[in-house]
């Protein structure tokens, strides 16, 4: 994986998170498949270069949307690319973040913060706006690299994120990484 800690990845280390090996360590279809359906909106906070965006494009199918954010306009640029060589590019909607504000309108069905919340400044904010634009029984994904977020770092994000009115549900496994459910009651 690539050389990103508390610091924001940067685009120019993109490739590493976008390689074929990476579908057998983080396949997006065994870590987000049981959580998305056809025709949901789907959001992928931090989506870097799409490694999970295309995947869950394919899941929302032609009705459904996938928002895409990112604040690095490098990475989105990378994934409306690769979006279109795909041909998935009309079920995404890529969308430029600030560090401190979201600022999407889309209510979802499903959001995945995938190896991002450590590179958040304030997480209570962001997770406030997260939840604040899950639908009722919407679920929020959370998955932190082991190797740069220790357990009390993972669990100061959990209560965090419980502070916000989401409740936990599990805490799925995944690969080098510490992962929780959370739902939207
Ligand atoms: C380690 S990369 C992970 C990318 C992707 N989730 C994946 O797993 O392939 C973290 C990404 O989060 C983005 N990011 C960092 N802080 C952010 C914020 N406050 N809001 C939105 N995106 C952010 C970075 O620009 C970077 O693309």
């Known amino acids: 994986m690539?050389?990103?800690?508390?610091?924001v990845c940067s685009y120019k280390r993109a490739w590493a998170l976008d390689t074929w090996v990476r579908n057998y360590i983080h396949n997006p279809y065994k870590i987000c498949g049981d959580y998305i359906k056809e025709g949901q909106i789907a959001l992928?906070?931090?989506c870097?270069?799409?490694f999970f965006s295309l995947s869950m494009a394919?899941?929302?199918?032609?009705?459904?949307?996938v928002v895409s954010v990112d604040i690095q306009e490098e990475m989105l640029q990378m994934l409306r690319d690769k979006s279109e060589r795909a041909g998935l590019r009309s079920r995404i909607i890529p969308h430029k973040s600030q560090p401190d504000k979201i600022g999407i309108s889309e209510m979802v069905d499903f959001a995945?913060?995938?190896?991002m919340?450590?590179?958040v400044p304030d997480k209570k904010s962001f997770l406030s706006e997260v939840a604040s634009h899950l639908k009722p029984d919407g679920r929020l994904l959370i998955?932190?690299?082991k190797f740069h977020v220790s357990k009390p770092d993972f669990d100061s994000t959990l209560r965090v994120a419980l502070s916000t009115?989401?409740?936990q549900i599990c805490e799925p496994k995944v690969l080098f990484s510490r992962a929780v459910l959370l739902v939207k009651v």
């Open 44 to 46: 992928d906070l931090g």
């Open 112 to 115: 995945l913060a995938f190896y």
């Open 48 to 50: 870097g270069p799409g």
């Open 58 to 65: 394919e899941m929302v199918g032609e009705k459904g949307r």
């Open 2 to 7: 690539a050389n990103c800690s508390t610091d």
């Open 143 to 145: 998955v932190e690299p």
């Open 117 to 119: 919340v450590h590179e």
């Open 165 to 167: 009115g989401l409740k």
